[in-house]
């Protein structure tokens, strides 16, 4: 495998708009297709000055920009392909400013492009298997103005008010996710688990209370004392979430500099995605997150998909747990959110 996807490489596939729409034609359509109009297996051929080809046979137009995040979009179709590998070449992420600069767009155009392919870059519903490490971090909103450890608080706890907390769930030589957690109680990261891991997999984590009741759940747990400064015990530790969350946290700190925290889930999942193809060349990391842009009402798919099957997994977890019996605002919230899974998930079947 050429592990090396160059920018003379991209330029020399990608030299204009045109090849761009080819591509995503290619990728949503193929050679020939059958007509919607005639229902005969044409070839398409491009229309001149449009984003359009048009069947050989009828004249019948279609658009392979239709339902993705480049449909009526002002910015040229080159410009987005650049920015998709800027996000599929770098390890440590790209600042909006650095696309602005480079495209000589406007920030508010940078920003949202990058974050359109974020979105794109959470796609992932299926389940965490074989050994898996969870781990939970504080994050600083703006890393360069944390406060001081208040020396009341204990020690792992929330020590900032506005520190916003990452649960971190790694496959060992495979995936990772994260998720953007409203506090690292068991009512929390139990469902978190119970909707990301399978069922059996074998679990590590330290020995934080809210895993205690993993085992009665289904899954094998071994733990680790990090207040004794127990980090490796023969099989049982959790490096592989720790250098996720330092490359995560220096990558935020060092590009992005502020993150809101009503965009940090996109933003770890920018990194997750990284980590899960972190053994791919950068080509193939290109071409994965160019074949999700080029299908149509993917995103309304797969995120009704992702936001049913997980809902419903949280609400049976929520049903049986043995921390504590369920409420009825958890009960409504699960309901809500299963239902917009719904929706979003018959959306994306229409457009598909």
């Avoid at 398409?44 to 993705?68: N, Q």
């Avoid at 068991?186 to 934080?208: C, M």
């Avoid at 797969?302 to 609400?315: E, H, K, M, N, W």
């Amino acid at each position: 495998m050429n592990k090396k996807f160059s920018i003379k490489q991209f330029q020399l596939r990608f030299p204009d708009n045109d090849a761009c729409l080819e591509e995503i034609k290619q990728l949503r359509f193929g050679d020939s297709l059958e007509c919607p109009k005639c229902k005969k297996e044409n070839k398409f051929y491009k229309v001149s000055g449009r984003a359009a080809y048009a069947c050989a046979y009828c004249g019948h137009h279609i658009y392979p920009l239709k339902d993705s995040i480049f449909d009526h979009s002002s910015t040229e179709l080159k410009s987005w392909f650049y920015a998709i590998y800027l996000m599929a070449q770098t390890r440590a992420g790209i600042s909006a400013k650095q696309l602005e600069r480079e495209l000589g767009v406007t920030y508010k155009t940078a920003w949202r492009m990058f974050h359109q392919i974020r979105q794109l870059m959470a796609i992932d519903g299926s389940l965490l298997t074989g050994e898996v490490e969870v781990d939970e971090t504080y994050l600083q909103p703006r890393p360069y103005m944390k406060k001081k450890l208040n020396p009341t608080h204990r020690l792992g706890s929330n020590y900032a008010d506005n520190s916003k907390i990452v649960f971190g769930m790694v496959e060992r030589g495979g995936r990772a996710k994260l998720k953007h957690v409203k506090s690292n109680g068991a009512r929390v990261l139990q469902p978190e688990i119970g909707q990301n891991v399978q069922k059996n997999t074998t679990i590590y984590s330290d020995e934080w209370s809210s895993y205690n009741k993993l085992e009665k759940m289904g899954y094998p747990h071994f733990t680790t004392n990090h207040r004794r400064q127990e980090f490796v015990k023969g099989n049982n530790h959790t490096q592989n979430v720790e250098n996720l969350w330092s490359n995560m946290k220096r990558g935020i700190k060092g590009v992005y500099r502020h993150v809101d925290a009503k965009y940090l889930q996109s933003y770890i999942d920018e990194y997750a995605f990284r980590y899960s193809y972190r053994k791919t060349a950068p080509k193939y990391m290109f071409d994965l997150i160019l074949s999700i842009v080029a299908r149509p009402g993917s995103s309304y798919f797969f995120l009704g998909l992702v936001l049913f099957c997980g809902l419903t997994a949280r609400l049976r977890i929520l049903s049986k747990s043995v921390s504590a019996p369920l409420r009825p605002p958890d009960l409504m919230k699960a309901l809500s959110s299963v239902s917009l899974g719904v929706g979003l998930l018959s959306l994306g079947i229409v457009k598909v």
